[in-house]
């Protein structure tokens, strides 16, 4: 019950949103606030139970909600929560916060409708979190997309129609393919069983045949890439996080890009291990391909909120890397990386709206010396490039190193090509706060700096990565016992590479060695 | 006591968050006050746990802190945790000890600057930061503070943020050292993935059980460290960022770019002693390195105009004789010139400061001179400094380090003959550049007229450090002279004493230092005959500084700057020129494909009702004729 | 049988239709072109009912009644509209939705 309590508080409330403008200009946004602060005690009370209940093994949920919709399709209500959803939802809420707060002084016109759609959209994307069906799970997965195109289409900048579009047709076609495959697995439940299903745990024990699986598996690494934007299929990326407004790109970044994520942790890769294990260093390879090609566009840009966009792609690269690495250790670098890079490129994204508002320009050649006007800006502004360039003791140095760690074992050249990301990365954040912060201030223009309420966002985010950076362990050892479940498939499949099982051996042999002296 | 070992890098953490957040309310006194008290009461509890260390050594010759696990699932572990051995103790005690004096100074140097609580802020958390780098137990967490110091150095030399060179210098500093860095970090990965522990202890018992010597694995790793040390050491390859470092305020180049974290490469290779003692190869290129870098950077600073530059290139040029000494194995030596190093250095640009501070900000020597009479204090400590450098014989601190260091590659089974006589060659350069230096600022006519001398918050660190620089010396002399053995006993308990080479008697010791004495004498005497006004040479206004192509190339610290701009940099900037993608134009491709696809079928839309039925009943038809057949 | 003359009226007169709605331009005489079609189609629905001995077809002519009627209305309102707007009842007059 309090799984579709989650989702249904934002859906509920977003057209007591939409109303909500008629009473004052402030409602909406404090209507949004409470429903989704409402979303985050929840989750925080879930997380606080206790998570060693959870054993390995598919289908076993910290809580669960199944009621049947349409049997005799294989159609189910079925809502499942375990240690990945949970933080993933946290930081949905979260982030959903943050977005409100960015766009307090931004959004003017039609405020109601606009937080409706946000609240739609974040109750679209915590249903994709939940939702074990995978009929159930493409209802949410479209579901977040149609509002997600009107806050571009209508709050968007000078080119939200093109960008808008690039959006929802490249996502579409992703989804697409996602469906074909669904449906496909769903029909070879009832060819195999003689009924068709569309749950999880049915299709989980499902035996494709190598051939089919092969197609299935594409379909479904296509249609969660394309939401990660990961090259080649991250062209609407940087114009879409661009033109959006400042709270969309917030979501857009923080929380659209992790669902792809997720869908290729929940249901790729454990769904086709066998095919997964000869696909991924492939996978391994768009994503060094990824992290370096992002950081090189990052540096072209002189567009502050595309060079942002391009710093996500080479950042989503490290999570693709993570993720196919086959390790635990990289798989749980990669979870990190998700909630690391939400937080830092959420900051990010923040502070570039508020140099649009306050110089409406993005170009950075017209900025430059404005530590001395804005000073709380500008030392946010450092603190997440510091972020962003992956500097120790931050959130974004765990995702980073944990990954590398942990893919070094399964691809050596991969790993030390995604090291030089580091350097790139240096140089693109460098070079956003030297032109925009440091240097000469080009023209005297008053600008007032953050208000309190951002200030305190910011802080608040900083807090968390330097708490995550210090302390990781409150992310890494929830979702710990789902990374740890991923792994297994593979070691389990026959054709494997046979680096991963000795990881494994190894980080035994390790424990015990930690364990005796 | 010991156990209060944390707060040594908690206090300047402190000084720095409340700096960072309340510093703006501060009255510029209460900035001071937390900014030196910081690092102040940190020094003093360095003191403290060094006293209580003391007692129990050489027993217990290590100290173990575990403040929380850091990282720990899937077989990493990784804790805060920290390591006090004898090395370092003796890191943290100069870390805080030169770092409080340098703050003292800071305090008056940067009083009318209106950046002062953040100058604070960032010289706080770089103590902070190069305390983790030392007592840090994992390598992740010495990562921590080596990527901290790499920060705050950023920040430190870009201080002064209006200046877009300075920008640009702060930056190069920061990506060079990165390219180092991320060497660093790859070797972590193998590292882990071979040993699967990053505790440095464990690691190295591990290593040494697992990779025969000369073993590719070691070779590899101990060069991708050694790449690391090097970018963060300022040597060759990577060297080229440290002159111009030196935009940052001198207090800044005295802290982070001579006394302490560009010394942060030596402390890797030497905590990591036993990695390297598995890579013959690769010691014997750190000793190439050191001796080419030591000669490159002394070329370099003869003939430099600014005396800060001259300074940096005196420093990496000491630091390349840490890198020789710690390429034949004398890990000791390297310390102890490390230690001494810091002293003179820092005395070296604090007096500098001094002088760049009553004269204006004047940085060029060439409007320099006669400041003997104007500032005493100033000129009798910069002068201790420079005969430390130039290791004067006998009273000077400089002159038992480096005779140690060249002595040890004299002696050593892992060196050459040709590598001490370079390492002689640079020990005349360095007096002669040293020397130059002293006639040029401080001797002959007034050029920029004084303002006076600095106050008592700058002339306390110098007269200490300036103390410091004469007698820190006197901790280790060699048999000939003394044979004090205080510094090589304490260090033994840490790092390996290095073995002789059969026949390396007294005597050959003896010929071996009055070829040190001579060659330094021959500087300084060399000096006095170019610079000093009044010499034949000086009268006829000639100076190595002139437009020859070679004076160019060594002013230019031979032409690194230009070959990597031509390798790298421009290529990078062609490369990045164009904001729009290739990946993009196939999309649009796509579109343009779909849109001429439109017109072309938009043809059949006439917009007549009576067409449509027509189409509609031939297609019809013919649907109905294909069922026919 | 009674149902081969039937539909073999229906066919006539729903090619009688079909040439109408091709053949003429104003487009009241295409409306009732367009009745006659349907009203050709019911014929044959019936028809085949009674062949069949079904109900089912006097259902269909019930459905195709009410379809034509409803058709009618809306078309007439749009022919209503078109004459207001172009003055004409010429449907090659009109090519608004020109692709």
Not at chain 2, 122 to 138: Q, R
Not at chain 2, 393 to 406: A, E, M, V
Not at chain 2, 613 to 629: E, I, K, R, S
Request: aromatic share 12%; glycine share 8%.
């Amino acid at each position: 019950m309090i799984l579709w309590l989650l989702i249904l508080i934002p859906i509920l409330a977003a057209p007591l949103a939409w109303m909500g403008q008629q009473w004052s200009r402030n409602a909406p946004r404090w209507i949004a606030i409470g429903t989704l602060s409402v979303d985050c005690l929840l989750t925080l009370l879930l997380l606080s139970q206790d998570h060693s209940v959870q054993t390995s093994g598919h289908g076993s949920w910290l809580v669960e909600s199944h009621s049947s919709w349409i049997p005799r399709w294989g159609i189910s209500l079925h809502l499942g929560l375990d240690g990945l959803s949970v933080i993933l939802i946290l930081l949905t809420a979260f982030i959903g916060l943050i977005a409100i707060v960015a766009s307090w002084t931004e959004i003017q016109s039609r405020v109601g409708f606009f937080h409706c759609n946000v609240l739609l959209a974040l109750g679209g994307v915590i249903g994709v979190f939940l939702a074990i069906d995978l009929f159930l799970f493409f209802f949410f997965w479209e579901l977040m997309l149609v509002p997600m195109y009107l806050l571009i289409a209508i709050w968007g900048h000078a080119h939200r129609r093109s960008a808008s579009f690039k959006f929802f047709l490249f996502t579409q076609a992703g989804s697409l393919l996602l469906l074909v495959a669904i449906i496909a697995l769903a029909l070879l439940h009832q060819h195999t069983t003689g009924r068709p299903s569309f749950d999880y745990a049915d299709l989980m024990e499902l035996t494709v045949t190598h051939g089919m699986a092969w197609w299935l598996m594409l379909a479904f690494l296509i249609g969660f890439v394309v939401k990660l934007g990961a090259p080649p299929f991250h062209s609407w990326l940087p114009d879409t996080y661009t033109e959006a407004p400042t709270g969309a790109s917030i979501i857009l970044a923080g929380i659209l890009a992790k669902t792809g994520a997720y869908g290729l942790l929940r249901f790729t890769i454990p769904l086709f291990p066998g095919v997964m294990s000869e696909f991924a260093p492939i996978v391994m390879g768009f994503g060094a391909v990824g992290i370096l090609y992002g950081a090189v566009l990052a540096c072209c840009q002189t567009d502050i909120k595309r060079l942002v966009a391009y710093s996500s792609i080479s950042h989503m690269g490290f999570f693709l890397l993570g993720a196919f690495a086959g390790t635990e250790l990289a798989l749980q670098g990669a979870v990190m990386q998700l909630v690391a890079h939400g937080l830092s490129i959420g900051a990010l994204f923040m502070m570039a709206g508020a140099l649009q508002e306050r110089f409406q320009t993005r170009d950075m050649r017209q900025m430059g010396g404005l530590w001395g006007m804005t000073p709380r800006l500008a030392t946010m502004a450092l603190f997440f490039a510091c972020a962003s360039l992956g500097l120790p003791g931050l959130a974004n140095f765990i995702g980073e190193f944990l990954v590398l760690f942990g893919s070094y074992s399964a691809q050596p050249v991969l790993t030390i090509l995604a090291s030089l990301g580091m350097v790139m990365a240096a140089i693109y954040s460098l070079g956003m706060m030297q032109r925009t912060f440091f240097g000469q201030q080009r023209e005297i223009r008053i600008a007032s700096d953050l208000s309190n309420a951002a200030f305190g966002t910011l802080l608040l985010i900083a807090v968390l990565q330097i708490w995550l950076g210090l302390y990781p362990k409150t992310v890494l050892i929830t979702t710990k016992p789902v990374m740890n479940m991923l792994v297994q498939p593979v070691v389990a499949s026959p054709n494997l590479t046979h680096q991963p099982s000795e990881s494994v051996s190894f980080s035994t042999i390790f424990t015990s060695q930690v364990s005796a002296p | 006591m010991i156990s209060l070992l944390w707060l040594i890098p908690a206090l300047p953490l402190a000084g720095f968050l409340v700096l960072a957040l309340f510093g703006g309310r501060f009255t510029r006194q209460q900035v001071a006050w937390v900014g030196c008290g910081s690092v102040g009461t940190a020094a003093f509890t360095t003191a403290l746990v060094g006293w209580e260390f003391f007692q129990g050594f050489p027993d217990h010759e290590s100290y173990h802190q575990t403040l929380w696990n850091w990282i720990d699932t899937s077989g990493l572990t990784v804790g805060v945790s920290w390591y006090l051995d004898a090395l370092s103790l003796l890191m943290v005690a100069v870390i805080t000890g030169i770092g409080f004096l340098i703050h003292l100074y800071s305090a008056e140097y940067m009083a009318g600057d209106e950046g002062y609580a953040r100058f604070f802020a960032y010289m706080n958390l770089f103590v902070a930061a190069m305390l983790t780098l030392v007592l840090a137990d994992n390598l992740l967490l010495l990562y921590l503070g080596w990527e901290g110091v790499g920060l705050c150095s950023y920040l430190l030399i870009g201080f002064w943020y209006r200046e877009p060179e300075y920008g640009t210098a702060a930056q190069k500093a920061f990506i060079v050292t990165r390219i180092g860095d991320t060497a660093f970090a790859i070797g972590l990965f193998i590292l882990f993935t071979q040993l699967k522990s990053l505790s440095i202890q464990q690691v190295q018992s591990l290593a040494t059980e697992a990779w025969p010597v000369g073993s590719n694995l070691a070779t590899i790793v101990a060069v991708l460290f050694l790449i690391g040390a090097v970018g963060k050491s300022a040597q060759l390859p990577l060297q080229v960022w440290l002159p111009d470092a030196m935009a940052g305020p001198t207090p800044v180049s005295a802290l982070i770019h001579a006394a302490t974290m560009v010394t942060a490469g030596v402390y890797l290779i030497a905590r990591m002693h036993h990695l390297f003692a598995l890579a013959p190869l690769v010691q014997e290129v750190i000793a190439v390195i050191g001796l080419a870098t030591l000669l490159l950077a002394a070329t370099s600073a003869l003939v430099q105009q600014d005396i800060k530059r001259v300074l940096a290139y005196s420093t990496m040029s000491q630091i390349g004789y840490m890198f020789l000494a710690l390429g034949v194995g004398a890990w000791s030596a390297a310390l102890f010139h490390f230690l001494t190093h810091s002293c003179f250095k820092a005395l070296l640009f604090l007096a500098a400061g001094s002088v760049i501070k009553s004269l204006h900000h004047e940085q060029n020597i060439f409007w320099m001179g006669g400041l003997r009479r104007h500032l005493p204090w100033t000129f009798w400590t910069f002068l201790i400094g420079a005969a430390a450098m130039s290791g004067i014989p006998l009273i000077t601190s400089g002159f038992y380090s480096k005779d140690w260091i060249l002595w040890s590659v004299w002696s050593s089974p892992l060196s050459h003959r040709w590598i001490w006589y370079g390492a002689l060659l640079g020990a005349m350069l360095t007096g002669l550049y040293s020397f130059r230096l002293i006639f040029r600022v401080f001797f002959g006519e007034v050029r920029t007229q004084p303002t006076g001398e600095p106050g008592l918050a700058m002339r306390v660190p110098l007269v200490v450090l300036a103390f410091l620089a004469l007698t820190v010396g006197f901790l280790e002399m060699p048999h000939t002279l003394g044979n004090v053995t205080l510094f090589s006993q304490y260090l033994s308990h840490a790092l390996p004493t290095m073995e002789l080479l059969p026949g390396m008697d007294e005597s050959s010791e003896t010929r071996e230092q009055l070829a040190v004495t001579v060659s330094a004498l021959l500087g300084i005497g060399l000096a006095a005959i170019l610079f000093l006004p009044g010499s034949n040479f000086s009268r006829r206004g000639a100076d190595l500084s002139t437009g020859r192509p070679l004076v160019t190339l060594l002013q230019s610290g031979w032409g690194f700057d230009r070959l990597y701009d031509r390798a790298c940099v421009r290529p990078w900037f062609l490369l990045t020129r164009n904001p729009g993608e290739l990946l993009d134009r196939g999309y649009e491709w796509l579109t343009v494909g779909a849109e001429s696809c439109h017109r072309w079928m938009s043809h059949t839309q006439t917009g007549h009702v009576r067409w449509y039925a027509a189409t509609v009943v031939v297609g019809t038809l013919v649907l109905l004729g294909l069922f026919a057949m | 049988m009674l149902s081969t003359p039937a539909l073999v009226l229906a066919m006539m007169l729903f090619s009688l239709g079909l040439v109408g709605l091709l053949s003429r331009r104003n487009i009241l005489y295409m409306l009732l072109s367009l009745e006659i079609m349907l009203n050709a189609a019911s014929l044959a629905f019936i028809a085949g009912g009674a062949r069949w001995g079904q109900v089912d077809g006097e259902i269909m002519f019930l459905f195709i009644l009410t379809l034509a009627a409803a058709e009618v209305s809306v078309a007439l309102g749009i022919v209503l509209q078109l004459s207001y707007r172009f003055h004409t009842l010429d449907v090659d007059a009109f090519s608004e939705m020109k692709g």
